[in-house]
Each structure stands twice: as C-alpha cells, then as structure tokens.
C-alpha cells in the first residue's frame, strides 16, 4: 500500500478491492498487541505511560509503533512538545482497535458466563448523587431478581467517566458529557438534575443563626473537588454571580471519605450533592456528624444522564440493569 499525502480515514479504505485483501494486515503481521499500544498511545499521548499500560519497556513500545507504521506503511503519529498525537490514520485505527478489542472483551465474558453458569457482568460508572439515588436501588432489584449477574461500579466525576466508556471500560455511565469531549461519540438520555447542598459539622458557628447568605461564606475554609469539576463550577459562579469574593482557603479532593473527615473536624464547608448529604446525616457514625447548612440560595447543578457509546450495543445484562435506572428515574420525575 504506497503512502497517500492527502488525509484519508482507514474508514474510507474498499478493503474488498483488488489491491486489499481482507486479512492484509494480519498477514503482514499486525498483532494485538499492536492494538493495545495504538489505543493507549490515544489514551495517554505518551510513549512512556502507553508502554506502562502494556508493562513493556519504552524502547519495545517504539519498536511496536516502527512495525506498525511498517506494516500500514504511513506514520501513525507525531511527537510535540509534551508527547505524541495521532495522525489521521492513527486515530482511525485507534478508533477500530476500541472495537476490536472491546468485542473480545465481551467474548471473553460471555465465555466466562456461560462456564460460570452466572447471569453476567456489568460495568458501570456514575456521578455520586445518582449512584445513590438511581444505582443502589436499581441493583437491588437485580440482585433479587437475578441473583447471578455481578455489578461493577465506579463512583467518579464526569471528566473522568466519559474517557473511561469511550475507553470501554463501562457499559454506561450516569454522568455528563465533558466540554472538551465530542457529543457525537455518545447517545444520551437525559435523566435527572442533580442538587446540592453545603455541609458543616455539628455545632458549627453558622448552624446557630438563620439561613447562612453567600457573604457569611467565603471566609470560612472550603473543601471542593478538584478544579473544573462541575459541582465545583457551579458554587464558584454562584459566587461570581452575586458579585461576592470566590472562598481562597480550599482542599481539593475528590474523596467523599476525606471530605467528610475534613469537615467532621474542623469549620470547614464543602458543597456535596444533596442526597449524599442526606444519607450521611442518618448514620450512625461519626459521619452523621455532619449537618445541612440552611441557605438563602439554591446549588442546581447541570443535569445528569445515562450515556453509552455510540454504536456500541449494551449485552444483556447490562441492558437490564439500565432499563431498571432509567425506570427508577421516571419514577421519581
């Protein structure tokens, strides 16, 4: 195959012409390795985290990326200034690997299933107020009614869990898509909108007054989660908003665990969504130590939705168990 100057997607490529043989690549000795390496190069846009992710050296990893621009004969990416970016054809085969490797992934379970005799597998990720909300009570549901089928949840934030699915690490995800992301890769439903609240320890100073107001706020120390989350975003344009100073005395965390012991322990605040906030304050453990912080405002923050890959169909079990989310959402609109 000569090299082609102009930018063309491997998606454009007749692989049923006389000049390409459907298996041209295996024959040439594409392997699947190869696959990996170019979906982490796509991942990480290191050579040294891409060799990491495959526990191989970086000299072997490069050595993989020299074989696989000489069997495709054309470069498949480009070092800049803090690593390497795909070309053209490097993300066209970056994008078929996903799929590649996502369908043996998914033999690999089924065939472990049918062995096991178990229902199956899931693996979902969501933001932390609808695996509260929608996910316990929907796999409740399952459990009772399909006792066989494993759930594998990650509680995260939405930046996060949206590389994770196109990376086909989940099945689904109850999130938001990230700015930065394209829209077109996912189908979305939207679900829900999430609220927020502030949360203080027992006995904290602003619990002794009426509803707290922005002003009475800032001085205080604050625990967010990191910068650019969405929950984050929205307290600090609350702020921006009334034209009131934005808290300077944080920690960024985005562990719900550390949270609650900062502000168990100290005057701090820290904005959570408002049904974590609830369950905390009903337990039995010094958790429940934290209490709701009357205010003069409200903290909407974006609404949530059940998201999937586009053009990647979910397997049964993971059918079933967005089916029962989704109900459960209807259930409480």
């Known amino acids: 195959m000569p090299i082609i100057s102009e930018p063309l997607s491997l998606d454009h490529v007749d692989i049923h012409s006389d000049n390409f043989a459907d298996d041209a690549f295996l024959r040439a000795g594409l392997k699947l390795n190869h696959l990996r390496m170019i979906v982490a190069i796509e991942d990480s846009g290191q050579i040294s985290a891409a060799a990491e992710t495959l526990a191989i050296s970086q000299p072997a990893a490069s050595r993989m990326l020299s074989e696989m621009e000489s069997i495709l004969k054309t470069a498949l990416y480009e070092r800049v200034a803090r690593g390497v970016v795909l070309t053209t054809f490097g993300e066209a085969l970056a994008r078929r690997a996903r799929k590649i490797l996502l369908e043996l992934r998914e033999a690999g379970r089924e065939i472990a299933e049918l062995k096991s005799g178990k229902g199956g597998s899931v693996f979902i990720g969501a933001v932390t107020a609808p695996a509260m909300s929608l996910v316990v009570p929907a796999i409740d549901k399952v459990r009772k009614s399909f006792p066989g089928i494993e759930v594998n949840i990650q509680v995260e934030t939405s930046n996060v869990l949206a590389r994770e699915l196109l990376a086909a690490r989940h099945d689904f995800i109850i999130s938001r898509i990230p700015d930065d992301l394209n829209p077109r890769l996912f189908e979305v439903r939207e679900i829900g909108i999430e609220k927020a609240c502030l949360i203080v320890r027992s006995g904290h100073p602003l619990l002794q007054g009426g509803p707290s107001s922005l002003s009475d706020l800032s001085d205080y120390d604050w625990v967010f989660q990191p910068p650019g989350t969405l929950l984050r975003r929205t307290v600090e344009d609350i702020f921006l908003g009334a034209g009131v100073p934005v808290p300077g005395n944080i920690v960024n965390t985005s ?79």
């Open 255 to 333: 562990s719900l665990l550390l949270t609650c012991a900062i502000v168990c322990k100290t005057d701090a605040i820290a904005p959570v969504a408002i049904d974590v906030a609830q369950f905390l304050a009903s337990q039995n453990s010094q958790a429940a130590d934290v209490r709701i912080l009357p205010t003069e405002f409200e903290i909407n923050v974006k609404p949530y939705s059940l998201i999937t890959a586009r053009e990647r169909a979910l397997p049964p079990s993971a059918r079933l168990l967005y089916d029962l989310i989704l109900a459960e959402a209807m259930a409480l609109s």
